[in-house]
Antibody, heavy 124, light 108 residues
């Protein structure tokens, strides 16, 4: 079964660091684009970061320079290292697989597999 | 790229035809997906490439549009469809992906 399970969330003080993990089963993380998406309490979805199958990484402006996405191929696991945390980083963090498929005359990405999320609360 | 969804809230009855609009601040071809999210749950993919139905999603869901204007239509609303719906543009990871603000569909 294709599945993603996030862990590592918790309560952390402003300025602190936390590392989220996303363990995959049923497919290979390193063969796919993989993203982190977050949702602040009562708010909408916000894309955070992506790591390409080739290893390139991109970030939302709101987290650039503070968050780092990475993966461990031997563990088939995706990570999000979060430093210099702020109150506005409080959210449920989801990992997702970014799948590429042909449709019509082109190729398109979409997020087809999501984890259940892990909650990060930044508060003193 | 900004995505503006309308309406942000919609009250409808079972059996109603429902249409949600998503407008992009610049052209994104057909690099748009739609997701459904229920309270406390992860988003679920409904539509990708603006109009391609994800496997396993009921055919009452359909998507259309390209460029800057897109729509998600539910042809006959069912009790399990009461949820929040989000559009997402995947035009360029380098420039950042964005989601619309969401449309909450509630029972009238």
């Amino acid at each position: 079964e294709v599945q993603l399970v996030e862990t590592g969330g918790g309560l952390i003080q402003p300025g602190g660091s936390l590392r989220l993990s996303c363990a995959a089963s049923g497919f290979t993380v390193s063969s796919n684009y993989m993203s982190w998406v977050r949702q602040a309490p009562g708010k909408g979805l916000e894309w955070v970061s992506v790591i390409y199958s080739g290893g390139s990484t991109y970030y939302a402006d709101s987290v650039k320079g503070r968050f780092t996405i990475s993966r461990d191929n031997s563990k088939n696991t995706l990570y999000l290292q979060m430093n210099s945390l702020r109150a506005e980083d409080t959210a449920v963090y989801y990992c997702a697989r970014d799948k590429l498929a042909a449709a019509g005359l082109g190729y398109y990405y979409y997020m087809d597999v999501w984890g259940k999320g892990t909650t990060v609360t930044v508060s003193s | 790229i900004q995505l503006t969804q309308s309406p942000s809230f919609l009250s409808a009855s079972v059996g109603d035809r429902v249409t949600i609009t998503c407008r992009a601040s610049q052209g994104i071809s057909s690099y748009l997906a739609w997701y459904q999210q229920k309270p406390g749950k992860a988003p679920k993919l409904l539509i990708y490439a603006a109009s391609t139905l994800q496997s396993g999603v009921p055919s009452r869901f359909s998507g259309s549009g390209s460029g800057t204007e897109f729509t998600l239509t539910i042809s006959s609303l069912q009790p399990e469809d009461f949820a929040t719906y989000y559009c997402q543009q995947l035009n360029s990871y380098r420039e950042g992906l964005t989601f619309g603000g969401g449309t909450k569909v509630e029972i009238k």
